[in-house]
């Protein structure tokens, strides 16, 4: 009997794949389509556990879909520009390119071991001309269309690596890469116009029925729309000609409360002043060196400068407020400039008592509960209040509370909190003193960046022409690899683009007069933000071919992880949406991903210990010796098991596929991170577990090697194991369809249980066992073939179809009724679905353990509950 070995299996199955085209997506004529996708990877170097978790959650899908009768697009790429490659050839004295592609080749050449039904034929990279060259196409169209515009904006900048960083690209204050306190700086950038469909991207959400809930709470609050007021506050002495500055709030029920005006440092009032103020230029100076996130703008320290100036309340041209310049106020949202109601907003609160504004109460609460920093209201006076820790908070009732002002305003003495911000934009609109506007938190999406590993900005400069977007049959504008004979120098800050000495100088593609190409190239988020379209057709001369878009599009299931909820979620949806106006996607992928999901991590313990020094030393978990959940290094020295931990490579506790392959095989690693938890939640890698799973496998070739050289007629077991195995197809199938992985491997377990001790005939076990092998190949298909083969089957089990139960079979026409003996139980019994209560009673009484505990007397009662349980109570 041959013995179940992975090593000389899953190549030998890998290639008649390969050979046989098996996952090569194609058009067939009658069959519908099913496109999975899992989000592409960044060629870092290596693929990790959590890379086999995801991909192989996508291909249980690909498989089950394909043997289900559909023509399926499952593909693969990578998502290769950005700052990590040009750090690393900064570091290392080589070239982005050369980093990028020889990670590309290592994480292909790991992951075609694990066996996944990937349709490689389509496999790309962002930084392939081939895909970029068709973004730039894309641009331009854009460009057209009046989606993508350039003016001067305020950006991160981070000083070391000196390029411009997006809001989620800097930590507490610093870049993410270089560690470095992120300043502001105003440079000129492109920009895509996705605040124009924030409402279409709000509304739309509504409709995504296939989506986890917490992504769609994710972005709509990332949108963020907003109705509130917009309205003049008259200076007392216009300044440079202006005589007026505009507000907009979203709690305009807070006017009476206000106790100075702010302006953001890049207010225009505040720029046009800067020059005749040296004070105010220094201190403005020092507010931009913070970052633009409003979480950083929310941690750092509040500063401000009193301007000096004053304006008149719009509701009492007697009460002059003075205008301060603040740095927690963003040039980006509303207007740049607010008025702040310190009683009833913790940043201006913080603000006015640290340069000894005024506070005054709007609105006291009468009802319902009041938070103000997490804490429920302990007002100690009338303006502010004390939370639990003695730390004095604004006065901030949510909307859902009933409030009463503390000084009449439009006439009524309460209302609740949203209506007192309606009723107030309505005494302001009907006196023509404001208006109702509805803003979105959500910014347009700037893509300038300064580097060169990234898709070029396809525009020329012109002194006579401006900018010009390059000519189309002139794409793509390829970055250039060298110097002329020399490396590009990537040890000199800044961007090696800006100082080639050949590639910026270029012709006007309009005029033909000497020119210069735009050296700033596209976030990478723009890369990832069409790849799922270009898949459909990645060797077209075009962005897509709308044929293959029209058949393929949308994405039937998304797969990836969590922290991808909201920018690239958000981007690819706008994307979408602006390749429908410029002619490359139908009309019906305005949303392109039907179905989201969101897996969880894969964890594993840390292993540590302490140096001389007391600091930890993490070590690799096959150097450590597992004995009675104790670890021990080969020294004998113990270490300090911290367990379920996120994988990290500065903790030495990832694990890397390769190992696992070498000692258990693919289908062990596929098998144990779909067994052991719910996909949507972490899972815990353990040596244990891949181990259990190990032998778990070996059990089920062993079990399928015995039934194919076996020869048992025909038993009256039959019945029963068939029964079961229709069962299993049901319950199997469910799982799959509703991604519950580890629920439908259970059954697959019990199944295997069932399997190995029934005695039904030869004929009967090999119908069973063939169901087991297709039921276990999307999850585990290299021994899923090797069954298949054994037992006789035809073909690739990769194509064979998927396994549909008999309907009658799952007819239960019998009920096992647990015995319970004065409350205990005591047996059970097999009867008829339907049995008469009379008969049922017969067979009770009969029953060994009944007649036990009767000995030979009669019961004081006994109760059938029909197709629940029997009492008898002796």
């Known amino acids: 009997m041959s013995r179940y070995d992975p090593a000389s299996i899953e190549p030998k199955w890998q290639k008649a794949w390969d050979e046989a085209l098996t996952f090569r997506a194609t058009r067939e004529g009658g069959k519908p389509k099913y496109y999975v996708l899992e989000m592409f990877p960044y060629p870092s170097g290596r693929i990790h556990i959590g890379h086999v978790r995801n991909y192989t959650m996508g291909d249980v899908i690909a498989r089950y879909k394909k043997q289900n009768g ?3 697009l499952h593909p693969m790429g990578f998502d290769a520009f950005g700052m990590p490659a040009e750090n690393a050839a900064m570091a290392s004295g080589g070239h982005p390119k050369d980093w990028t592609y020889g990670n590309i080749e290592t994480m292909v050449g790991q992951m075609k071991p694990l066996g996944f039904g990937l349709d490689w034929s389509r496999m790309f990279a962002t930084c392939d001309p081939e ?21 001067n904006a305020v950006v991160n900048w981070d000083p070391v690596d000196m390029t411009v960083l997006a809001n989620e690209q ?18 000129t950038q492109w920009f895509f116009k996705i605040s124009d469909m924030a409402g279409e991207l709000l509304d739309a959400i509504e409709g995504l029925d296939d989506w986890p809930a917490k992504v769609k709470l994710m972005q709509a609050n990332w949108i963020g729309r907003s109705r509130g007021l917009q309205f003049s506050w008259e200076l007392t002495a216009p300044v440079h000609g202006v005589e007026t500055v505009e507000v907009y709030t979203t709690r305009p ?11 953001s440092p890049d207010h225009p009032l505040v720029k046009s002043m800067e020059g005749d103020n040296p004070a105010l230029a220094a201190a403005v100076a020092e507010m931009r060196k913070g970052g633009t996130t409003e979480e950083a703008l929310e941690k750092a ?3 401000g400068f009193d301007t000096g100036l004053t304006v008149r309340h719009p509701l009492d041209p007697s009460w002059e407020v003075p205008v301060w310049v603040a740095n927690f106020i963003l040039m980006d949202y509303g207007t740049g400039a607010i008025f702040g109601s310190p009683a009833h907003d913790q940043r201006d609160l913080d603000f006015c008592r640290k340069y000894g504004l005024p506070i005054k109460a709007t609105f006291d609460v009468i009802e319902g509960e009041v938070y103000h920093g997490g804490a429920p209201d302990y007002r100690t006076d009338e303006q502010t209040a004390t939370n639990p820790r003695g730390m004095v908070t604004a006065f901030i009732p949510p909307k859902s509370a009933k409030v009463k002002w503390l000084n009449h305003f439009a006439g009524l003495d309460e209302a609740t909190g949203q209506e007192a911000v309606d009723i107030t934009i309505d005494w302001m609109e009907a006196r023509g003193l404001g208006k109702g506007v509805e803003k979105f938190r959500l910014r347009d999406w700037g893509l300038s960046r300064q580097r060169y590993w990234g898709c070029p900005i396809p525009v020329v400069h012109c002194d006579a022409c401006g900018v010009v977007p390059e000519k189309k049959e002139n794409l793509p504008i390829q970055l250039p690899y060298d110097e002329g004979d020399k490396p590009i120098d990537f040890s000199t800050p800044g961007n090696p683009l800006d100082r080639h000495p050949t590639w910026r100088d270029c012709a006007c593609p309009s005029c033909g007069q000497p020119a210069k190409r735009e050296t700033d190239t596209m976030d990478t988020f723009v890369d990832s933000s069409w790849y799922f379209a270009r898949f459909t057709a990645p060797r077209a001369d075009t962005p897509t071919d709308m044929a293959d878009a029209e058949y393929w599009m949308n994405v039937d299931q998304y797969i990836g992880g969590i922290e991808h909820a909201i920018l690239h979620l958000l981007y690819s949806r706008f994307f979408a949406r602006a390749m429908i106006r410029t002619g490359h996607l139908p009309e019906k992928c305005a949303e392109p991903f039907n179905a989201l999901f969101t897996q969880g991590m894969v964890t594993h313990a840390i292993f540590q210990t302490k140096n001389a020094e007391g600091r930890p030393v993490y070590h690799y978990p096959e150097d450590v010796d597992l004995r009675d959940g104790r670890g021990f290094l080969k020294d004998g020295t113990e270490v300090e098991i911290i367990p379920s931990a996120k994988m990290s490579k500065s903790k030495n506790n990832v694990v890397d596929p390769m190992n696992i392959i070498a000692t258990y095989g693919a289908d062990t690693a596929r098998w144990f991170v779909l067994s052991d938890s719910p996909p949507e939640r972490d899972v815990e890698w353990t040596a244990a577990g891949a181990e259990a799973a190990s032998k778990h496998l070996a059990r089920v070739h062993r079990i399928a090697a015995e039934i194919a050289g076996a020869d048992v007629p025909e038993t009256k077991e039959d019945a029963a194991l068939l029964k079961e195995t229709h069962k299993v197809m049901h319950d199997v199938t469910l799982g799959v369809e509703s991604f519950g992985f580890n629920a439908a491997i259970a059954k697959l377990y019990a199944f295997t249980n069932t399997l190995s001790k029934s005695r039904a005939g030869t004929q009967t076990k090999r119908f069973a066992a063939k169901t087991l092998a297709q039921l276990m190949s999307p999850m585990t298909p290299h021994l899923a073939e090797e069954m298949w083969q054994l037992l006789g089957g035809e073909g690739l089990i990769a194509e064979a179809p998927w396994p549909k139960p008999d309907e009658a079979m ?26 008469p209560k009379e008969e049922v009673e017969k067979l009770v009484l009969a029953h060994d353990a009944v007649l036990k505990a009767l000995d030979g007397g009669q019961p004081k009662k006994l109760i059938v509950v029909p197709g629940r349980i029997v009492n008898v109570v002796v």
């Open 170 to 187: 800097v930590i507490d204050g610093c870049g993410w890469r270089s560690g470095a306190p992120v300043e502001r700086k105003e440079l």
């Open 253 to 263: 029920d807070t006017l009476l409360g206000a106790s100075f005006l702010g302006l």
């Open 131 to 151: 895909y970029y060259g068709q973004q730039q196409a894309l641009f331009i169209d854009m460009l057209s269309e009046g989606l993508v515009y350039r003016k």
């Open 810 to 835: 799952l007819v239960e026409d019998t009920v096992t009724l647990p015995i319970q003996v004065n409350g205990k139980r005591r047996g059970e019994i097999d009867v008829p679905k339907g049995m």
């Open 301 to 303: 320290e509040k500063l």
């Open 70 to 72: 559909f023509n399926v």
